[in-house]
Nanobody, 120 residues
Framework: QVQLVESGGGLVQAGGSLMLSCTAS????????MAWYRQAPGKQREFVAV???????HYAESVKDRFTVSGDVTKNTVYLQMNGLKPEDTAVYFC??????????????WGQGTQVTVSS
């Protein structure tokens, strides 16, 4: 059973930056694409960014040009660098491996996530 652990969240002022990390057991990052998601209070979980095994990235329009997803296979870790944070970025952030059929269908159980709070 793959376990996902997210970290790096916190409280930051609007315009600030944070870097989130996601580590996984089982050395999976070298074999499958990984994605970041977020869930704001009272809202459904939404896609944020994805990185393929080859390093190709894709972002939600709401975070494009502000967030950068990257990975380090040697550390079995995926990162999300978040710059220019806005209050609407406030959410719990999760990582997972999306199904080949749908980005919103995860392959593994969700981790506990990491809380990001952006104050105005």
């Amino acid at each position: 059973q793959v376990q996902l652990v997210e970290s790096g969240g916190g409280l930051v002022q609007a315009g600030g930056s944070l870097m989130l990390s996601c580590t996984a057991s089982g050395g999976i990052f070298s074999a499958i694409r990984m994605a970041w998601y977020r869930q704001a209070p009272g809202k459904q979980r939404e896609f944020v960014a994805v990185i393929s095994v080859a390093g190709t990235t894709h972002y939600a329009e709401s975070v494009k040009d502000r967030f950068t997803v990257s990975g380090d296979v040697t550390k079995n870790t995926v990162y999300l660098q978040m710059n220019g944070l806005k209050p609407e970025d406030t959410a719990v952030y999760f990582c997972n491996a999306p199904s080949p059929l749908s980005t919103m269908r995860p392959l593994f159980a969700w981790g506990q996530g990491t809380q990001v709070t952006v104050s105005s």
